[in-house]
């Protein structure tokens, strides 16, 4: 320390480099410049804009009339609860899907790496591509699924303009683009549970079933943690392969918050599209923060 | 298993997997192959006649070559954003892994924030326009940024906490500062991640169509997935071309995938496993 004084009467630098930590916190600010001014600021404002009737270049303060708004209007409460059914929807199949070709990929299969690419392939490709393609694919007379059907006698569904359907078909598609992602995780999951407990369960005359409840489903359970958090964040702010295949329609039947947001901000509505950005960041944390410390807590507590 | 179950098994997986994935695939390259008229009844069948050069010609000259603008712009979008994340990307993550403190609990919890967060569209366009980047292919790649540091973040700090420490005083006491010891020491260290970052967020740039949509609208700013989106209600009737586009923009995935299948999966299921 008291050479540390001598020397600053002298040469600065040498001493204060000594001192310097080789991990300066300086070293967060590009990365937090940018996030804060260009994510962090607009989530705080949305808060403060979701209270006005906003054209971008001035506000009048309402209060909460955009949301009461949101909540009174039929097809923006519709797009509150199509944005849960359509999480939950697409997270259950790909959980229960993405578990089933993980373990159909970890056993012995043959072609297995045809089988992990093929299913896996679809995630890389751009949705809305994927969105055309299946809107083609499920058009209702001539689309390929539906000839199919009628191959083997069975009379295919409007996929896309039955109301009551629409908005399950694209979480079919959903699903269909995404469980390749949940199968590699499970994949990761599977692989990382040592073959002794197998072995040793078999010895202990454990059948395939009993092997699955008691071994692979609980110890591939931070897999299902990851694939449920990640398909859930995914699913609720799904956008794009809803709007690229059926803009929300029939009508309103398959519209989810995102697809509201974006309709609102077109028809220049600014205050109210962000007043349902407020509500979708609500929805999410309610839903991901109390689920991801249960599933966490639990995962401790074994 | 028994040998002729296994392979039985195995042809049945076969079977309907490529019914139910691979033949998607082929009904867009069929599709793109076939004239106007053909592609319009939508049917899964042979190309009567191949149109491949003359749908790729009129599917590149659409429009005074919007799909050629499009490519240059999303490849400049995904190099430029996708380098700045790696970089500053893994100066946080170096900094958070070695050094608790204060700061770094607020980082971790904002990386977390990032991670689960949607963005507030209508006020980051307000930002934009008051900083006057909105619109602007600048702007469009700081918002690439901003939204996929969460990620690179996690990634890379999970893998300094593989290098040893030793290293880094090792180089502090041969005299190298903080840029020093981090771009000449870790940062080459980090490659095998870095690699997976770069594979995984170029995937998801070069595919992001949202973001886009709401702050890169306008004709000289199109990327790939606008001009996809574009081309379905102006080809509305010709298949052929709008599935000649879908068939060009998933040959760039396809490269990526041959090539970096292992780090694609590394970096998606990191995590899965830290039970």
Known sequence: M??????????????????????????????????????????????????????????????????????????????????LIYAAVTSGLKVVLGLLFGMLL???????DYLRSVVFFPVLVSTVGVGITFTVLMHPTQGLINESLALIGLPGPGWLTNPRLALLSVALVDVW???????????????????????????DGADAVQRFWNITLPLARPATVTVVLLSLIG????????????RGGPGFTSDVIASVIYKQYQAGFYGLSTAGNVVLFVMVALIIVPLSIALNRREVAR | MSPQRRYLSGLLAILVSTVVFVIPFAFILLTALKDKKESALRSFSWPASFHLWDNLVQVIQARDYM????????????????????????MVGFVLQRRPSIWTSIASFFVLVGLIMPPAVVPTIWVLQSLGLFKTLHGMILIEVAYGLSFSILLFRAFVATIPREL??????????????????????????????????????FNDFTNPLYYL????????????????????TSYNLLFMNVLLITIPPLIVFLFFNRQIVAGMTAGAVKG
């Open chain 1, 2 to 83: 008291t050479l540390a004084t001598a020397a600053s009467g002298g040469r600065v630098s040498v001493p204060k480099r000594s001192i310097r930590t080789p991990y300066p916190t300086w070293f967060f600010l590009p990365a937090a410049v940018i996030y804060a001014v260009l994510f962090l600021f607009p989530t705080l404002a949305s808060l403060f804009f979701s209270m006005t009737r906003w054209t971008l270049f001035n506000w009048t303060f309402i209060g909460f009339d955009n949301f009461v708004q949101f909540f009174k209007e039929p097809f923006l409460v519709q797009g509150l609860v199509n944005t």
């Open chain 1, 106 to 112: 970890t056993s012995e299969i043959w072609a297995r």
């Open chain 1, 177 to 203: 683009k995404g469980v390749g992602l949940a199968t590699v995780i499970y994949i990761a999951g599977i692989v990382s549970i040592p073959r002794d407990y197998y072995e040793a369960a078999r010895i």
């Open chain 1, 235 to 246: 699913g609720l702010r799904s956008f794009d392969l809803i709007w690229s295949m059926t």
């Open chain 2, 67 to 90: 799909l050629l603008t499009a490519f240059l712009n999303s490849t400049i979008l995904t190099v430029v954003s996708v380098t700045l994340m790696v970089v500053f990307g893994a």
């Open chain 2, 168 to 205: 880094d005083e090792a180089a502090t006491i041969d005299g190298a500062g903080p840029l020093q010891l981090f771009f000449r020491i870790i940062l080459p260290l980090l490659k095998p991640v870095v690699v997976t970052v770069i594979v995984v967020q170029s995937v998801a740039i």
């Open chain 2, 217 to 236: 609208p306008g004709k000289q700013n199109v990327t790939v997935q606008l001009t996809l989106y574009n081309f379905q209600s102006m080809f509305d």
